[in-house]
């Protein structure tokens, strides 16, 4: 046997390591652990959506489909993104349907970004851009929000490309925002959008937390700027489907025929009974999912209410199901530090906020997901009230 194999490429190494994963294989006892981490809906997929792709298997749906997406999941994205958002593109080219948000964002990337070629991407961050940007030889260009109270302004796009050392193709929106809660209205889009126009920067926003928004209805920058937006969608938050890996990109038809091999190539396809069982979801009124809205929010009181008691500063959460909560300063501590004593101590996960930022003040706070059951979400703030009291 050759003792010369040749080493795995480079982009894949450099991938920053799966920092939860590798904190939680450190952390001693986790079977006792209480997991308030993940970003992963507690309810069941609608029994709906279960009977039409049980239905589709038993159908036969199990052959190639279209690549781009079945014609009939295609029309069902544009009636749903319609009713939802009042987004109006003229026909399913406008579509292409993805393994899921995070299959959007690679087809994207290596669609528009050429190597060495720049991401404009606001910080915090869910923390797969990075890698999939990495695989796509792209650079990332971070945009530390912290500086605004995590919201991003047009003052901080043109800081940005100021001093940007590489040509920037694009910025990455999120909102409702992953780790912060954040988002924004009409018209502060309004003003990110003459921002980006002026700019001539294409935008990428990832609007999967979009169903998930407490304070006002979400708006899609889409509406505003579709000749050079490509708004990314699906079905894991909303509709609880995580496990289903159903996503979609809606764009100009001109871009999206080239996302589209990119696609093909990478996956060629959604499983067609998938995309059956999609379709059906699509079609579910925003009445029929107001039952997890209403307890997420129901959720989001509670733990916002209990972490400010314990003096932590949450960020105002509008969306999504998460809290971003700064360490009361008696602790002294930072995210890392604070999360893997609860950890190792008071057996709750949390994420340190470092995770998603390159920027210092990411630091000082945690994430929280309350996305999980209502029982563990009491079970994990009981023991951490407990830690906190002892560790005070
Ligand atoms: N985008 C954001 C902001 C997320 O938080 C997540 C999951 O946590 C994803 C995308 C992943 O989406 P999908 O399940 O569609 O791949």
Redesign the pocket.
Known sequence: MTETLLPVNQAVVSIAPDKLLGFQRQVSGIEDLTFLTF?EPGFDTPAVVKEATIDAINNNRSHYGNSQGEPGVRKAILGYMKDRYDLDYPSIDNVVVTV???EAMQSIFKTLIAKGEGLLIPEPA?GSYFASLSLADGVAVPIDTAKNKFKLTPALVDEALAQATVPVRAILL?YPN?PTGVTYSKAELEELAACFKKHQIWVIS?E?YSELTYAHDHYSIGKLLPEQTLVVN?L?KSHAM?GYRF?FILGPASVMQYIQKVHGSLTYSVPTFIEDGAETALQMTRAELDYMKESYQDRRDFAKQALEDLGFDVVDPEGAFYLFAKIPADFGTDGWTFAEKLAEEGKVAVIPGAAFSHFKEANAYIRISYATAQDQLEIGFAKLRDYIEKAR
Do not use: A, L, P, R
């Open positions: 970003g899921g948000v995070t869910y999120n992953n990832d999967i699906g894991s995580t996503g």
